[in-house]
């Protein structure tokens, strides 16, 4: 482990620039895939509380009698 985390500092100490063009529509697509992100977590998390509440707080039928 010790030696990998060795390898990973001397390669990104000694790396050379790559003078890569960054197109503007990068941001917009990064920002998008965020905002997604962000709101699948949202909806998953609240579909888990909901069916962990439906689990533990059953609501009991009325019988027809």
């Known amino acids: 482990m ?12 000694f790396a050379t620039p790559a ?11 990064v920002l998008q895939s965020l905002v997604a ?3 699948t977590i ?10 962990t509440k439906a689990f533990f707080f059953r609501k009991k039928k009325k019988s027809d009698s």
């Open 19 to 29: 003078y890569a063009y960054i197109d503007a529509g990068l941001g917009a697509l």
């Open 2 to 13: 010790f030696r990998i985390l060795i390898l990973v500092v001397l390669y990104t100490t």
């Open 42 to 51: 949202m909806v998953l998390w609240r579909n888990w509380i909901d069916k």
């Open 37 to 39: 992100g962000f709101f």
